[in-house]
Nanobody
Framework: HVQLVESGGGSVQAGGSLTLSCEASADRYRANCIAWFRQAPGKEREGIAEIYTGGGSSYYANSMKGRFTISSNNAKNQVSLQMNNPKPEDSGMYYC??????????????????????WGRGTQVTVS
């Protein structure tokens, strides 16, 4: 069964706002570290932010601080990513992922996709 499903992508004007959602199956959402990554055409996938669903602690990649806000909704098994003042360079495919083998978050996880074992299919964001 599908474990992660992203939604909320689309077109947005620069300077506007957009909120993406990642819905996880209940068994995968609980007490896990769930992150958002993005990938622009021709570029590597890069980490944005992560949150621990069991306690709410969150981390952001240094370059993403202040530009994105991650939050969780335990009642809906959802992790959301709000884009603040998006720019055209924020365009790309946005993915959510669950860390593998760990039940906590660490800032270092955002530096590599290898820390994550379950990925959604992504949602496309275009900023113009």
């Amino acid at each position: 069964h599908v474990q992660l499903v992203e939604s909320g992508g689309g077109s947005v004007q620069a300077g506007g706002s957009l909120t993406l959602s990642c819905e996880a199956s209940a068994d995968r959402y609980r007490a896990n570290c769930i992150a958002w990554f993005r990938q622009a055409p021709g570029k590597e996938r890069e980490g944005i932010a992560e949150i621990y669903t069991g306690g709410g602690s969150s981390y952001y990649a240094n370059s993403m601080k202040g530009r994105f806000t991650i939050s969780s909704n335990n009642a809906k098994n959802q992790v959301s990513l709000q884009m603040n003042n998006p720019k055209p360079e924020d365009s790309g495919m946005y993915y959510c992922a669950i860390v593998k083998g760990r039940s906590y978050c660490s800032a270092s996880y955002l530096t590599t996709t290898l820390a994550f074992g379950t990925w959604g299919r992504g949602t496309q964001v275009t900023v113009s």
